[in-house]
């Protein structure tokens, strides 16, 4: 059993900053790409952010100069520090990760509200 924890999700004012974070535990020993999706009301869920076990990434124009993803592959923990938030950037948060076994697994999300 594989599961993913998010945290650090909230309600920030328009031109705040907010840190995500996610820790993979259990039967997953090795892990290829880390990333970040987010879902807005009403619309797709989309790609944030990834991150490749080498520390290669890969951003959304949107979020291109506000947001950066990191990894600490010893804590199997991906991070996401969104600053100069916007309203548009309400969402909800899902950490995504393919081991390297080839299996995907998903976060339940976690809430990001940004007022403005």
């Known amino acids: 059993q594989v599961q993913l924890v998010e945290s650090g999700g909230g309600l920030v004012q328009a031109g705040g900053s907010l840190r995500l974070s996610c820790v993979a535990s259990?039967?997953?020993?090795?892990?290829?790409?880390m990333g970040w999706y987010r879902q807005a009301p009403g619309k797709q869920r989309e790609l944030v952010a990834d991150i490749t076990s080498g520390g290669s990434t890969n951003y959304a124009v949107s979020v291109k100069g506000r947001f950066t993803i990191s990894r600490d592959n010893a804590k199997k923990t991906v991070y996401l520090q969104m600053n100069s938030l916007k309203h548009e950037d309400t969402a909800d948060y899902y950490c995504n990760v393919w081991s390297s076994a080839g299996v995907n697994y998903w976060g339940q999300g976690t809430q990001v509200t940004v007022s403005s």
């Open positions: 259990g039967r997953i020993f090795s892990i290829n790409f």
